[in-house]
């Protein structure tokens, strides 16, 4: 297994070198980590250059910098990360377990999942958040990019890589993706900042964020719950 860890930015040098610092050990291993800026203004790309195997740049948009990363890639297992999310520290013989499960697959190495997730900060709410998170996931076969998902190079260009769309790509792509298989749900855990909740205010992302999934799900665009995101 070689592994393609593909991180989506956009103005994220304070967070940047902490990220790839994390990541040494795998690329040391053999494996790649590609960084994927969407028209950052700060210092993301040359602070991001000597810790990655490749910096790319591209149009902005969660889902076409991770496509982007994607067609770069040399691995046969895709893992896509934001980049305020830390990875536990046996992801490589997790996933190669995982990959060497799937090698017979009649169409390929056709495997896709993700981590459990649990948030950076010791507020009590935030065990609800998780919580709720990972057992939603498991009973919907639906991730969230929080959960850092990996999929196969083979299955990934079966279903076209992510929707271009303006939020939800993860949604998207794990409806799709549940219709070939069904996900692996790992209990290993990524760390992943609470910051979005912390600036925002939690009950307000939190209500947000359901308001969010239910107008997707009544149909409303991508470009509308972006400008409601924002």
Known sequence: ????????????????????????AIRDQGHEVIVVDGGSVD????VARPGADQVLRSKPGRAVQMNTGARAASGDLLLFLHVDTSLPADTLAVLQEKMQGHDNHPYGNHLW????MQLDSQHWMFRV???SMNLRSRITSVSTGDQAIFVSRDLFDSVGGFPE??????IAISKTLR??????NLRQRVTSSARRWQNRGIYRTIWLMWKLRLYYFLGASPDRLASMYR
């Open 165 to 170: 769309i303006a939020l939800m790509e993860d």
């Open 1 to 24: 297994m070689k592994l393609s860890i593909i991180i989506p930015v956009l103005n994220e040098q304070g967070a940047m070198l902490d990220c790839l610092n994390s990541l040494q």
């Open 129 to 131: 958040i998780e919580t």
């Open 179 to 184: 219709s070939y298989t069904r996900p692996v």
């Open 43 to 46: 210092d993301t790309m040359p």
């Open 113 to 116: 999942g993700r981590f459990d």
